[in-house]
């Protein structure tokens, strides 16, 4: 009996420990390279089941014919994503699935080789291992090569080549339509054009835009073969209109040689040039003359004799036109130097002593009183032509900010040759500077040890309020992280030489973000204070994408308006996938030429799918319309932009729409104001642009522009805006800027928005580069539930050490939205409207002011104590549609008026 029991137990234990099947591997039937992105697998027992069609084909060889087992697979897919998979099976399912939770797939986003590593485990005794595989995701591509020549003329000779950046569409003998870029001759489609005929379309706009038409004599059509490769087109453009050619002839002074050096605004488009130059003193008397061919550029020596020059420029376009053209030019005087502290009061720059950056000087010439500001180094210059005493003295708000001081000067006028320096010394007292600094660094601690060390996500636009204790209502300034997660801010905090820095408990819950949300930080009185780490748990991993739209110069009919369109990623992951939408009002029409390639249109509405490996990134498109003639003066034409991730969750979507109104024939100022709200429509639209939902908290949206129209560069720029009352200060939300800034509170609602070290260029250089923006958004506050509530807000923009300028001021009013029950319509009579001119206002009862408003909100004219009849004057105003409101004792009644 005991051998019988001992010969079973051998019989069992030989069941439990033998494996149910031998192994799990690769089958040759899988897909090692495809152009597909999105890769699935599957398990099949015994056999690969028929009808599969995965890119990872497992097989399972089985030792037994029937029973259950339960296999986990974890995968490594190669691009740093990793994933497990459980699922179930039967030994006698003889080529079938295996059925897994979730099933076996991943979607690659981007091109390249990919080795996936499988570990799996079995139960009911099966075996564990590893299998690899590797993936190419890769995508044929069509090159297609066009040579661009112009024939202006049609006699069949080559005028010139083009090389400009030209769109095109690819249309296949089907119809399918794919758009590029000719860049620098050479288009590339991606994935490659399917098999077949093809004919090459250049963009009508573009023509249009450079008054070619296409020639006959160009081949344009191509066979594609489906598998990629080169193609190669030719286009010759033949000219609409004559050509034409014009220049400005530009002086400038060569530094190295000490020479006047004059030279031409489009050197590109010449190809031969003949310079006279003819120098006269200041007397009118002509004292020399030099000659010049085949140069750019023309030299001649700065004789302090000069007065005036007068360049002459015979040039050759290579269009095939010339030109003849003469300009007079006054010859300049200069000054330059560096500005110190002169800490033993010698008034001599001395070795040891320390510049002073961004110091404001006033230099006052025979033209009047220009600005300077010393860069980085403390080195100030300026040209002028003025050959009166010049006299440099320290610019007096700048004085009372920074407690420096300096004397007055006065200086013969020098001309540039003899390089004039005169070295500036202040009195800076014993600071380096009048405050501390304090700054630090946020990021996602993926080890969770607390150190910003390598693996670890710096996050993007956090918002961190630094004030003397813990909290939104305690701080002194709200400063936002940048691509590195930095932030900083410099200035008083409190008494003490620390400050504390903190996020917000709502964001950091909107975001999906944990962890210690705060760092004291102690004040360091240098420009490098030492850093404090705010560390967070970003387990949820998602990106933050956002949108805003903002205008760009004016909107007129018959005209090509543009609009800026701003996107990107805060992080702390990367977007992967996206899709971006601009939708434009019905009436006007996108220029192609200034779209992104890869777009697609449906109706009113730009769509491009894009992808970003980056785990912040920040874009702007200037994005061209054409507006016809014959629309109505003042019509309302709204831009909507969207994003949206596809392949990964968005932290916050609450920035992921932007919106732009523009108002047909509003004029442009440069530094302005605008407010935006969501819109609501009712008694024919009349107020849906000032007038805001009493029954609701709005939420505003305000946008503040600025442009450096100055004659230099504006190195720190500050807009100061006081809030109204009537805004809950506590949802105040920064949507995005145009430069990195900071804001600092400064108490009863009143914010400072800094641009520090922005060095925005002046218009004459750039008008694109010239200009800046920021936009937020806030919500009305409680007390707001009442009708004829007013919300009226106005900002100051200052440029350097300039007085500011003083925006329009934007206003907004809580009505109900039935119209107004308080006070009889009826009382008020506005004619002749629409008007031509003088505009009569009458009632029964006294009025206590009239205002006129644009559909912005812009304020034009208030009178008040007008009794109970006025007359308004509309003639300086632009044609169309204005505002007008009579307030009264118990009561506002407002009233559509047009001017023609």
Same mark, same amino acid.
């Given at each position: 009996?005991?051998?019988?029991?001992?010969?079973?137990?051998?019989? *069992?234990?030989?069941?439990?420990?033998?494996?149910?099947?031998?192994?799990?591997?690769?089958?040759?039937?899988?897909?090692?390279?495809?152009?597909?992105?999105?890769?699935?697998?599957?398990?099949?027992?015994?056999?690969?089941?028929?009808?599969?069609?995965?890119?990872?084909?497992?097989?399972?060889?089985?030792?037994?014919?029937?029973?259950?087992?339960?296999?986990?697979?974890?995968?490594?897919?190669?691009?740093?994503?990793?994933?497990?998979?459980?699922?179930?099976?039967?030994?006698?399912?003889?080529?079938?699935?295996?059925?897994?939770?979730?099933?076996?797939?991943?979607?690659?986003?981007?091109?390249?080789?990919?080795?996936?590593?499988? &570990?799996?485990?079995?139960?009911?005794?099966?075996?564990?291992?590893?299998?690899?595989?590797?993936?190419?995701?890769?995508?044929?591509?069509?090159?297609?090569?066009?040579?661009?020549?112009?024939?202006?003329?049609?006699? $069949?000779?080559?005028?010139?080549?083009?090389?400009?950046?030209?769109?095109?569409?690819?249309?296949?003998? #089907?119809?399918?339509?794919?758009?590029?870029?000719?860049?620098?001759?050479?288009?590339?489609?991606?994935?490659?054009?399917?098999?077949?005929?093809?004919?090459?379309?250049?963009?009508?706009? =573009?023509?249009?835009?450079?008054?070619?038409?296409?020639?006959?004599?160009?081949?344009?059509?191509?066979?594609?073969?489906?598998?990629?490769?080169?193609?190669?087109?030719?286009?010759?453009?033949?000219?609409?209109?004559?050509?034409?050619?014009?220049?400005?002839?530009?002086?400038?002074?060569?530094?190295?040689?000490?020479?006047?050096?004059?030279?031409?605004?489009?050197?590109?488009?010449?190809?031969?040039?003949?310079?006279?130059?003819?120098?006269?003193?200041?007397?009118?008397?002509?004292?020399?003359?030099?000659?010049?061919?085949?140069?750019?550029?023309?030299?001649?020596?700065?004789?302090?004799?000069?007065?005036?020059?007068?360049?002459?420029?015979?040039?050759?376009?290579?269009?095939?036109?010339?030109?003849?053209?003469?300009?007079?030019?006054?010859?300049?005087?200069?000054?330059?130097?560096?500005?110190?502290?002169?800490?033993?009061?010698?008034?001599?720059?001395?070795?040891?002593?320390?510049?002073?950056?961004?110091?404001?000087?006033?230099?006052?010439?025979?033209?009047? @009183?220009?600005?300077?500001?010393?860069?980085?180094?403390?080195?100030?210059?300026?040209?002028?032509?003025?050959?009166?005493?010049?006299?440099?003295?320290?610019?007096?708000?700048?004085?009372?900010?920074?407690?420096?001081?300096?004397?007055?000067?006065?200086?013969?006028?020098?001309?540039?040759?003899?390089?004039?320096?005169?070295?500036?010394?202040?009195?800076?007292?014993?600071?380096?500077?009048?405050?501390?600094?304090?700054?630090?660094?946020?990021?996602?601690?993926?080890?969770?040890?607390?150190?910003?060390?390598?693996?670890?996500?710096?996050?993007?636009?956090?918002?961190?309020?630094?004030?003397?204790?813990?909290?939104?209502?305690?701080?002194?300034?709200?400063?936002? #992280?940048?691509?590195?997660?930095?932030?900083?801010?410099?200035?008083?905090?409190?008494?003490?030489?620390?400050?504390?820095?903190?996020?917000?408990?709502?964001?950091?819950?909107?975001?999906?973000?944990?962890?210690?949300?705060?760092?004291?930080?102690?004040?360091?009185?240098?420009?490098?204070?030492?850093?404090?780490?705010?560390?967070?748990?970003?387990?949820?991993?998602?990106?933050?994408?956002?949108?805003?739209?903002?205008? =760009?110069?004016?909107?007129?009919?018959?005209?090509?308006?543009?609009?800026?369109?701003?996107?990107?990623?805060?992080?702390?992951?990367?977007?992967?996938?996206?899709?971006?939408?601009?939708?434009?009002?019905?009436?006007?029409?996108?220029?192609?030429?200034?779209?992104?390639?890869?777009?697609?249109?449906?109706?009113?509405? @730009?769509?491009?799918?894009?992808?970003?490996?980056?785990?912040?990134?920040?874009?702007?498109?200037?994005?061209?319309?054409?507006?016809?003639? $014959?629309?109505?003066?003042?019509?309302?034409?709204?831009?909507?932009?969207?994003?949206?991730?596809?392949?990964?969750?968005?932290?916050?979507?609450?920035?992921?729409?932007?919106?732009?109104?523009?108002?047909?024939?509003?004029?442009?100022?440069?530094?302005?104001?605008?407010?935006?709200?969501?819109?609501?429509?009712?008694?024919?639209?009349?107020?849906?642009?000032?007038?805001?939902?009493?029954?609701?908290?709005?939420?505003?949206?305000? #946008?503040?522009?600025?442009? &450096?129209?100055?004659?230099?560069?504006?190195?720190?720029?500050?807009?100061?805006?006081?809030?109204?009352?009537?805004?809950?200060?506590?949802?105040?939300?920064?949507?995005?800027?145009?430069?990195?800034?900071?804001?600092?509170?400064?108490?009863?609602?009143?914010?400072?928005?800094?641009?520090?070290?922005?060095?925005?260029?002046?218009?004459?250089?750039?008008?694109?580069?010239?200009?800046?923006?920021?936009?937020?958004?806030?919500?009305?506050?409680?007390?707001?539930?009442?009708?004829?509530?007013?919300?009226?807000?106005?900002?100051?923009?200052?440029?350097?050490? &300039?007085?500011?300028?003083?925006?329009?001021?934007?206003?907004?009013?809580?009505?109900?939205?039935?119209?107004?029950?308080?006070?009889?319509?009826?009382?008020?009579?506005?004619?002749?409207?629409?008007?031509?001119?003088?505009?009569?206002?009458?009632?029964?009862?006294?009025?206590?002011?009239?205002?006129?408003?644009?559909?912005?909100?812009?304020?034009?004219?208030?009178?008040?104590? *007008?009794?109970?009849?006025?007359?308004?004057?509309?003639?300086?105003?632009?044609?169309?549609?204005?505002?007008?409101?009579?307030?009264?004792?118990?009561?506002? @009644?407002?009233?559509? @008026?047009?001017?023609?």
């Amino acid at each position: 009996m005991k051998l019988l029991a001992l010969i079973f137990s051998i019989v *069992v234990l030989n069941s439990v420990y033998s494996q149910t099947f031998s192994s799990l591997s690769i089958s040759t039937t899988s897909t090692y390279s495809s152009c597909n992105g999105i890769i699935d697998g599957t398990v099949s027992i015994g056999s690969v089941n028929s009808s599969n069609t995965s890119e990872i084909d497992m097989l399972i060889t089985p030792n037994q014919s029937t029973g259950t087992f339960t296999l986990i697979l974890a995968v490594d897919w190669g691009d740093g994503t990793t994933s497990t998979h459980q699922g179930s099976g039967n030994y006698g399912s003889l080529g079938q699935f295996m059925s897994f939770n979730p099933p076996i797939q991943h979607t690659y986003t981007s091109y390249g080789n990919y080795n996936v590593t499988i &570990n799996y485990t079995s139960t009911n005794n099966g075996p564990a291992g590893t299998l690899t595989f590797s993936y190419a995701y890769n995508c044929p591509i069509s090159n297609i090569y066009a040579a661009l020549s112009v024939d202006c003329n049609q006699d $069949g000779q080559t005028d010139y080549s083009v090389n400009d950046t030209v769109p095109i569409s690819v249309i296949s003998s #089907t119809g399918a339509t794919y758009n590029g870029q000719l860049i620098s001759n050479m288009a590339t489609i991606s994935p490659a054009l399917p098999s077949g005929l093809y004919n090459v379309v250049v963009d009508s706009n =573009w023509l249009n835009l450079n008054n070619y038409i296409v020639s006959t004599n160009s081949f344009t059509t191509f066979q594609a073969s489906g598998n990629g490769g080169a193609y190669t087109i030719s286009f010759v453009f033949n000219c609409t209109t004559p050509p034409s050619c014009s220049t400005s002839i530009i002086q400038g002074f060569n530094s190295a040689s000490g020479s006047l050096m004059y030279s031409t605004s489009t050197p590109s488009q010449i190809s031969s040039y003949v310079w006279n130059i003819y120098r006269y003193d200041n007397l009118g008397n002509q004292i020399g003359s030099s000659s010049f061919s085949t140069q750019a550029n023309a030299y001649i020596s700065n004789d302090p004799l000069i007065s005036y020059v007068i360049a002459c420029l015979d040039a050759n376009f290579t269009n095939g036109c010339s030109l003849s053209t003469c300009d007079t030019f006054s010859v300049d005087n200069c000054i330059s130097g560096t500005i110190y502290c002169d800490a033993n009061s010698n008034g001599i720059f001395d070795s040891n002593e320390n510049t002073v950056s961004n110091a404001a000087i006033q230099i006052q010439t025979g033209n009047g @009183i220009q600005t300077v500001y010393s860069d980085i180094n403390g080195y100030y210059s300026l040209v002028y032509d003025s050959n009166s005493p010049i006299i440099i003295n320290l610019n007096s708000n700048w004085s009372s900010l920074t407690g420096y001081t300096g004397g007055v000067y006065t200086l013969l006028s020098e001309n540039c040759d003899s390089n004039q320096v005169y070295n500036f010394g202040l009195n800076c007292g014993t600071s380096t500077l009048p405050y501390n600094c304090y700054g630090g660094f946020v990021f996602c601690d993926s080890d969770n040890n607390g150190v910003f060390n390598t693996g670890d996500t710096p996050l993007t636009n956090v918002p961190v309020y630094i004030g003397a204790n813990q909290g939104a209502s305690a701080s002194t300034a709200l400063v936002y #992280t940048d691509s590195t997660g930095y932030f900083m801010y410099c200035g008083q905090v409190g008494t003490a030489n620390y400050a504390i820095a903190n996020i917000s408990s709502t964001w950091m819950t909107a975001n999906g973000y944990s962890g210690p949300n705060l760092v004291t930080l102690v004040g360091l009185n240098s420009y490098t204070p030492t850093p404090g780490f705010i560390a967070l748990n970003c387990n949820n991993s998602c990106a933050d994408l956002w949108t805003t739209i903002t205008p =760009w110069i004016g909107y007129y009919q018959n005209t090509t308006a543009t609009i800026r369109l701003n996107w990107g990623n805060y992080g702390p992951a990367a977007s992967g996938q996206y899709i971006l939408t601009l939708t434009f009002p019905i009436g006007v029409s996108p220029v192609l030429s200034s779209l992104n390639p890869g777009y697609s249109i449906s109706g009113n509405t @730009i769509s491009w799918t894009l992808n970003s490996s980056s785990t912040t990134f920040n874009y702007t498109d200037y994005i061209n319309f054409s507006i016809p003639s $014959g629309l109505i003066n003042g019509a309302q034409h709204y831009f909507t932009s969207t994003i949206s991730a596809t392949s990964i969750t968005d932290c916050n979507t609450l920035n992921n729409t932007g919106n732009l109104l523009q108002i047909l024939g509003n004029s442009y100022d440069p530094n302005d104001k605008n407010v935006f709200k969501e819109q609501y429509y009712w008694n024919n639209g009349m107020y849906e642009l000032t007038d805001l939902n009493v029954d609701i908290l709005d939420k505003l949206t305000y #946008t503040i522009r600025f442009q &450096n129209t100055g004659t230099a560069p504006a190195q720190n720029i500050y807009i100061q805006d006081t809030l109204s009352a009537n805004l809950d200060w506590s949802t105040f939300e920064l949507l995005s800027s145009s430069h990195p800034m900071f804001v600092n509170h400064l108490g009863n609602g009143i914010l400072r928005f800094e641009f520090d070290n922005i060095w925005l260029v002046d218009s004459s250089v750039s008008q694109e580069l010239s200009q800046g923006y920021l936009t937020y958004r806030i919500t009305e506050n409680s007390n707001c539930f009442t009708v004829g509530s007013e919300i009226e807000n106005t900002a100051y923009i200052y440029f350097d050490w &300039n007085d500011p300028i003083i925006t329009n001021t934007t206003y907004n009013v809580n009505v109900e939205t039935i119209g107004l029950s308080e006070i009889d319509n009826n009382l008020l009579q506005v004619f002749p409207n629409p008007s031509s001119g003088i505009l009569n206002v009458k009632s029964n009862e006294k009025m206590e002011n009239i205002e006129v408003f644009d559909l912005f909100g812009k304020s034009l004219i208030r009178l008040n104590s *007008v009794s109970n009849e006025s007359q308004l004057d509309l003639s300086r105003f632009a044609s169309g549609n204005y505002i007008l409101k009579a307030k009264f004792a118990n009561g506002t @009644i407002q009233r559509k @008026i047009s001017f023609y």
